[in-house]
């Protein structure tokens, strides 16, 4: 059973920066990895997957929402998962979750929740206008 961890959220104002991280209980080579949020109300949604493109190179694909913005990265070694976050806005509020696909992978960049098997208990961001 893998297990995530995420840290880093807090209180920033608009236009700030954050960097959250997520820290995995076992290895993560390999495993596509995703970030996703959730603000009051709403559905969980996509915001950055990563995949796998060979040796030691990762790809990844963002939401058009925080495309330009924020920057999903991760240190395999380490078995984090990182969510660079810049010019934050208002909107950008919500509970962060990140998540691991541990079944068989095609390749491919993943966005829906249904294609992950593992998530956080997320970390609340919140920026003031």
């Known amino acids: 059973q893998e297990q995530l961890v995420e840290s880093g959220g807090g209180l920033v104002q608009a236009g700030g920066s954050l960097r959250l991280s997520c820290v995995a209980s076992?290895?993560?080579?390999?495993?596509?990895m995703g970030w996703f949020r959730q603000a009051p109300g709403k559905e969980r949604e996509f915001v950055a997957t990563?995949?796998?493109?060979?040796?030691?190179?990762?790809?990844?694909d963002y939401a058009d929402s925080v495309k330009g913005r924020f920057t999903a990265s991760r240190d395999d070694a380490k078995n984090t998962l990182y969510l660079q976050m810049s010019s934050l806005k208002p909107e950008d509020t919500a509970v962060y979750y990140c998540?691991?696909?541990?079944?068989?992978?095609?390749?491919?960049?993943?966005?829906?929740?249904?294609?992950?098997?593992?998530w956080g208990q997320g970390t609340q961001v919140t920026v003031s206008s």
């Open positions: 076992r290895s993560i080579a390999t495993y596509p």
């Open positions: 998540a691991l696909r541990g079944r068989a992978s095609g390749g491919n960049y993943y966005h829906s929740r249904a294609d992950y098997d593992y």
């Open positions: 990563t995949k796998w493109n060979g040796g030691s190179v990762y790809g990844a």
